[in-house]
Structures are given as structure tokens and as C-alpha cells.
């Protein structure tokens, strides 16, 4: 009799849960009918196979967050639209597919409750946290590096204006130069560009920033903006600019260098310290106990 009622207490969730994801995926599938019904009805004509428009509509009503989700991902240097749409499917599907695999195996007592709950978590890590920390981290390391070659920016758009370019020029000229270098920096550029050909150059310098949030971006921004706002020249800015940021690294950098002799002391401490007290009172100590 308890069997029964333990196990009509697994059935009976995992039954509403089955529901719930045929509800979703139904009503998912007949947003993704009527998006595709208003794409023939306004006369959008598509390339693609037909087949594959409708799973990529599928897909982009299945996500979640698209608009977050992409720009995390254009920031991690992930630019693929394919990768934005199944972001959220890559994570649940795994997760929900471990879930179902742990709850079989606890039904049929192949698990005791507490492996289900250690099997559960460690899916939960894998599939829905490390993605976003890995996403994260990337993103972080992308931003850092775009940073660090600012300066090298700087001098490039220097040489360019001095050529005779504006500096909308340059940018096209540099964003198309650039991706054999850097293909992050080559992708900022690019939307940079694509936004000042909409709202201008000095809003598009401001959401530059959005996509480069330090201080040396900050800095790049606001000292072109003023310069474009008072009309004084550009080319000596841009040199000026690179040495700042250039010295600014290397204040950095020397700062970390001066932080590693304290941050060395806690390993000295704890590994070779702390033995060698052991090793001149253990003696001692050992002749007291006896």
C-alpha cells in the first residue's frame, strides 16, 4: 500500500508536467502557424526551403529572452542567430531529458533519494548554470581584449584621417581591415558603423560604449564626441588618446606587479611556513607525549 501511494506521488507530477509541455508546445507551434501565415499574407517571399522557415520560427517562438539573449551572446563573440534562437532549448532539453532518465531510475529503484537529489543538481550545474557562467566569462575576456586593443584602434583611425578620411570612412575602411586581426573588434566596428548610418555619428560613439563598457572605450567616446561637437581636429586627438590609454595599461599593470609580492605571502605561508613549524615542534612535542 505505501508503494502505491509513493509511487501515485511520482506519477501524478511527472503527468501534470507531461501536460503542461504539451500545452506549451502546442500553443508554440500555433503562434509559429500564425507568424508564417502573416509572412505569406504580406507577400515575404523567402529562398530558404519552406520547411526550414518554419523550424526557424518554431524555434525563435520556443525562446526565450531573444533580445537578452543575443546581446550576451553578441558580447561573448557568438554571432549566430541559429545559436540565439536554440540558446534556452540547449539547456532545458538536456536538463528535462536527465530529469525524466533520474526519475525512471528512482521508480525503479535503481537510485535512493539521495543520489535522485545529487543526479538532479549535477544536471542543474551542467546543463542550466555553466552555459550563462561560461557565457558570462567569455564575454568578460571578449570586452577586455577589445579594450586592450583600442590603442592599436586609435592609431589606425589616426593614420586614416590623416589620409584625408572622415572618420565614418575609416571605420568602414577599418572594419573590413580588421577581421584577419580581430574579428570581435571588425564586428564592433561594423554595427558602429550601421548605427551611425541611422542616428549619426556621435550617438552611434555613445553605443559603442554598450558594446566596449570600460573605462579606455568611456574615455575613446566621450574625448571623439567633444572633438566632432567643437570642431577641432581629430587626427592629434586620436595619438594623444592611444599614449593615454597606453600609459593607463601600464599603470594597471604595474599596480598587478606590485600586488603579487602580497598575494605570494599567503602560499609561502600556508605551504612551506606552516610545515616547517610543524617540523621543528613535532620533535619536542612527541618526547612530551612519551
Same mark, same amino acid.
Given at each position: 500500500m505505501t508503494e502505491s501511494y509513493s509511487s501515485l506521488l511520482i506519477v501524478l507530477p511527472l503527468f501534470f508536467m507531461s501536460l503542461g509541455i504539451a500545452l506549451f508546445v502546442m500553443k508554440a507551434i500555433d503562434n509559429a502557424k500564425g507568424q508564417l501565415a502573416a509572412?505569406?499574407?504580406i507577400g515575404e517571399e523567402s529562398d530558404h526551403d519552406p520547411y526550414m522557415d518554419a523550424l526557424a520560427v518554431l524555434l525563435k517562438v520556443l525562446n526565450f529572452? $531573444? $533580445? /537578452?539573449t543575443k546581446e550576451k551572446l553578441v558580447k561573448a563573440g557568438i554571432y549566430s542567430n541559429v545559436i540565439a534562437n536554440v540558446y534556452y532549448l540547449i539547456k532545458i532539453v538536456p536538463f528535462v531529458v536527465c530529469l525524466c532518465v533520474a526519475i525512471f531510475l528512482l521508480i525503479a529503484e535503481f537510485f535512493d533519494i539521495s543520489m535522485f537529489?545529487?543526479?538532479v543538481a549535477l544536471s542543474a550545474i551542467v546543463f542550466l548554470i555553466a552555459p550563462d557562467a561560461y557565457v558570462a566569462s567569455r564575454g568578460n575576456r571578449i570586452t577586455r581584449k577589445i579594450s586592450n586593443r583600442l590603442p592599436f584602434l586609435l592609431d589606425l583611425m589616426n593614420?586614416?584621417?590623416h589620409t584625408g578620411m572622415t572618420i565614418e570612412a575609416s571605420l568602414e575602411y577599418l572594419a573590413k /581591415? @580588421?577581421?584577419?586581426?580581430d574579428k570581435h573588434l571588425a564586428y564592433v566596428l561594423k554595427k558602429t @558603423? /550601421?548605427?551611425a548610418q541611422l542616428v549619426g555619428i556621435e550617438r552611434a560613439l555613445e553605443d559603442f560604449y554598450t558594446f566596449v563598457p570600460t573605462? /579606455?572605450?568611456q574615455s575613446v567616446v566621450m574625448t571623439l564626441t567633444q572633438s566632432l561637437k567643437y570642431g577641432s581636429s581629430v587626427g592629434p586627438v586620436l595619438g594623444t588618446l592611444a599614449c593615454d590609454i597606453r600609459e593607463l595599461s601600464m599603470?594597471? @599593470?604595474e599596480e598587478k606587479i606590485g600586488k603579487m609580492g602580497a598575494k605570494m605571502s599567503i602560499p609561502l605561508i600556508a605551504f612551506i611556513m606552516v610545515p616547517i613549524i610543524v617540523l621543528i615542534a613535532a620533535p619536542g612535542i612527541m618526547r612530551m607525549l612519551a
Open positions: 509572412r505569406k499574407a529572452n $531573444q $533580445q /537578452e537529489v545529487v543526479v593614420v586614416c584621417v /581591415e @580588421l577581421r584577419t586581426v @558603423l /550601421e548605427r573605462a /579606455e572605450a599603470m594597471d @599593470l
